[in-house]
């Protein structure tokens, strides 16, 4: 089970609060202990400092971010390492995965609070997962989702900017390939037992409306983002037809949703 902690880059506030536990889900003792937070990206240490005890018998501890901690994009994973008066070290969480989460590099047309409203999602619950339609997804499956669609825009349109006249037809089109990565993935889990309608190969196991509801949905979303991208490829046919004195031979068609 991953926990995730969501910064934004550059900021030194919100501090990070932990309880360490044992694997039976205890508060780690700390007494007399020292605590050192390391954070990674990629495998890659990008620094490690010492952390404050805030509660040893309870397991709670406190790291302050420091300048420069956190002037970083994307995802991160952080450990609590203990030494305990003996000389013997331990890492924590343990067994589990604590994610700290700051805004991907490329611009944001859309994002997980538009996503959320968009849907109608309701959660987190306690294991950090949403619903939709009665159906269940991680918010870390969310989020990802998001990301792909900030990202396959910034990916087609690279030099638009928020002036731009098209530029909300981008943030229209992410939020529909977002909100339809979010269904389908949803959709997915539950292909199991009785059945309303096929989406392309997929069996879609949900009775009454809820069938009919997710259909229509996934529909809407795919003709919007049809649409939201064929205005947005104007600005890459534009961009094509500017260059086209030096480009030296064929390189292909434009682009089309």
């Known amino acids: 089970m991953s926990t995730v902690f969501r910064m934004n880059t550059g900021d030194l506030q919100p501090s990070l609060q932990a309880t360490l536990l044992n694997p039976d889900n205890t508060p780690a003792d700390l007494t007399g202990a020292s605590v050192v937070f390391t954070m ?37 994973v952080g450990v609590f390492v203990v030494t305990y008066p003996s000389g013997l070290t331990r ?19 859309t994002t997980l ?4 409203s968009r849907l109608n999602v309701t959660g987190p ?33 690279p030099s638009l900017t928020p002036t731009d006249s098209l530029y909300v037809n981008a943030q229209l089109a992410a939020l ?17 037992g009785a059945y309303d309608y096929f989406l392309g190969d997929m069996r879609v196991a949900r009775a009454g409306p809820y069938a009919s ?3 229509a ?12 991208l064929a205005n947005v490829a104007a600005v890459v046919s534009a961009a094509e037809a500017s260059a086209a004195g030096k ?11």
């Open 40 to 76: 990674m990206q990629q495998g890659a240490v990008l620094f490690s400092n010492p952390a404050t005890i805030v509660d040893a018998v309870n397991g709670v501890v406190l790291y302050c971010w420091l300048p420069g901690n956190t002037d970083y994009y994307g995802s991160c």
């Open 91 to 109: 890492t924590f969480p343990v067994g589990a995965q604590l994610n700290i989460v700051f805004p991907p590099q490329y611009p944001q047309f």
């Open 176 to 192: 529909d390939i977002a909100c339809l990565g979010v269904l389908v993935t949803s959709v997915g889990g539950s292909l199991v």
């Open 217 to 228: 949905a996934i529909d809407g979303y795919r003709s919007s983002a049809i649409a939201n």
């Open 247 to 257: 480009v030296p031979r064929y390189r292909g068609g434009l682009v089309s949703p």
């Open 213 to 215: 509801a997710i259909k």
């Open 125 to 157: 619950d306690s294991n950090d997962n949403f619903t939709v339609f009665g159906l269940a997804i991680s918010a870390d499956s969310v989020q990802a989702h998001v990301d792909y669609a900030n990202k396959y825009l910034y990916s087609l349109v």
């Open 113 to 116: 609070g538009e996503v959320i």
